[in-house]
């Protein structure tokens, strides 16, 4: 019984460390990333940049003349997730247009990254979607 309990006591760490080991981090995310989005509640599509040359990672909204910050706040697998916080533009009083904070969802899918965004701004729910490329 002693040698059964000792193989347990050895083996069952070893498997827990193998089975951590083969669900290692993906390569981080780096380069330049561009696409367009489409807001759960509007038509039209804006375009965004993310430059991860720098961290915290860059934001860009072009269409919507603002953009701001990724900080990175965890991983699993594929997926990352990130605090976006508007350094510039925001939301212009007179039309109601602009960027606000959110947080934001990335997933690698293939040789592309999957956008999601979600937020809320006067207390009604906000959320985008696109699919990015990276730069060539």
């Given amino acids: 019984m002693t040698s059964l309990r000792r193989f347990v006591l050895v083996a069952l760490p070893a498997a827990a460390l193998a089975a951590v080991a083969g669900h290692a981090a993906a390569e981080p995310i780096s380069g330049s990333w561009s696409g367009s989005f489409k807001q759960s509640t509007q038509p039209e599509s804006y375009a965004i940049a993310i430059d991860f040359s720098r961290e915290p990672a860059t934001v860009d909204y ?24 508007i350094t510039r533009g925001g939301i212009d009083p007179a039309t109601g247009h602009g960027c606000i904070n959110g947080d934001v969802t990335l997933i690698r899918s293939g040789d592309k990254l999957v956008w999601g ?4 701004h006067k207390g009604q729910p906000l959320s985008a979607t696109a699919t990015l490329e990276k730069a060539k």
């Fill in 62 to 85: 072009a269409d919507q003349s603002c953009g701001g910050t990724l900080e990175k706040v965890g991983e699993k697998g594929d997926t990352s997730f990130y605090v976006e916080t």
């Fill in 117 to 120: 965004w979600i937020g809320e």
